[in-house]
């Protein structure tokens, strides 16, 4: 079986020991039997789809493309949750590995409302405990991508509201969890303001 990864996935493929595999940022550009890649992208051949945007989302990744590997022969086992850990454990995070101070950060943000544009944000708004609302907010948080759209959207209203510009694929480190803390990093200081 050959699989086709795409670059931002290609990490989560390492982890669980696959060997062999192509990169290519469109997989159905290379030949291939199955393509791993996110799950907005769209493929013409089989594909395991991932969603990165949280630490849980990656920890759930990791354990979906080892099973997937695993029962297909491609590993020579599968990952265990303690195998996550001590890949997560290897980097120092300050939102990942703290599950009480990560408690505490959901309890800071629970009676802020955010105004999300886009998807994949929405997932870390709501994992940092924000709440997510089209009137009544006090934050607009969006990808980089946007930005024009959004003051054009924006313009006019009320000038307390702050704006959170997170870094899109192409800004951010592939690496998944170097990804993810960015950008809760970012999320989470701009809610402070």
């Keep these: 079986m050959i699989i086709v990864t795409t670059p931002m996935c290609k990490q989560i493929v390492e982890w669980v020991g696959l060997n062999e595999f192509k990169v290519n940022k469109h997989p159905d550009k290379e030949e291939g039997d199955l393509a791993i890649l996110l799950s907005e992208s769209k493929v013409e051949m089989d594909s395991l789809t991932l969603k990165l945007n949280t630490f849980n989302q990656i920890k759930e990744s990791i354990l979906k493309v080892s099973k997937h590997c695993f029962a297909h022969d491609l590993t020579d086992k599968e990952i265990s949750n ?5 890949i997560f454990s290897s980097y120092d995070l300050e939102f990942a590995n703290d599950e009480d101070a990560f408690e505490n950060l959901r309890k800071e943000n629970s009676n802020k409302v955010v105004k999300v544009y886009s998807e994949f944000l929405k997932d870390i708004v709501l994992d940092i405990g924000a709440k997510i609302g089209e009137d009544n907010y006090s934050f607009v948080v ?5 930005k024009e759209k959004v003051y054009e959207n924006e313009c006019g209203e009320d000038s ?33 303001e």
Excluded: W
Excluded at 142 to 146: A, G, I, R, S
Excluded at 164 to 192: A, C, F, M, Q, W
């Design 142 to 146: 969006y990808p980089d991508y946007l």
């Design 160 to 192: 307390s509201i702050s704006f959170i510009e997170i870094p899109s694929h192409t800004k951010v480190s592939k690496d998944p969890i170097e990804r993810t803390e960015e950008r809760y990093s970012i999320l989470v200081n701009g809610l402070k």
């Design 82 to 86: 303690e195998d996550i850990d001590e």
